[in-house]
Nanobody, 125 residues
C-alpha cells in the first residue's frame, strides 16, 4: 500500500483544514487507518484512528471534539477534518494503515504497517 497525505498548510488559530490520505496499490477497505503527528523536537503522537471493520473511531484527548476522521472506501481515501485549530496543533501529520482491529492498539505507531510521507500543518497564533 502506498499512502499519499495532502492538505496541509498555514492557517490562523481557530481556522480549519482538511487533510487527505489517498491510497494506491491496495484497497483501504480492509485496513484500519490512523493519523499521527510530530512536532519539532517531539515524538510522533497519535491523533485519530478509524477501524476498517465497522468504522469505529478513536481520538486523542487533545483533539477530541475538534478533529474528525472519516473514510471513503470508494475513493480509497481517508480524511482528517481539523477545526478550531490551535498553535499546539502545528506539526507534520502522517497517515498510516494497519491490519489491527483493537482500537487501543491503534494508538501506537508500531502497530501500523504502512506510512505516508507526511504533510505540514502550521497554525499561527
Amino acid at each position: 500500500v502506498q499512502l499519499q497525505a495532502s492538505g496541509g498548510g498555514l492557517v490562523q488559530a481557530g481556522g480549519s483544514l482538511r487533510l487527505s490520505c489517498a491510497a494506491s496499490g491496495r484497497t483501504l477497505s480492509s485496513y484500519s487507518m490512523g493519523w499521527f503527528r510530530q512536532a519539532p523536537g517531539k515524538e510522533r503522537e497519535f491523533v485519530a484512528t478509524i477501524r476498517w471493520s465497522d468504522s469505529s473511531t478513536y481520538y486523542a484527548d487533545s483533539v477530541k471534539g475538534r478533529f474528525a476522521i472519516a473514510r471513503d472506501n470508494a475513493k480509497n481515501t481517508v480524511y482528517l477534518q481539523m477545526n478550531s485549530l490551535k498553535s499546539e496543533d502545528t506539526a507534520v501529520y502522517y497517515c498510516a494503515a494497519s491490519r489491527k482491529l483493537i482500537l487501543p492498539l491503534l494508538t501506537f505507531p508500531t502497530n501500523y504497517d504502512y506510512w505516508g510521507q507526511g504533510t505540514l500543518v502550521t497554525v499561527s497564533s
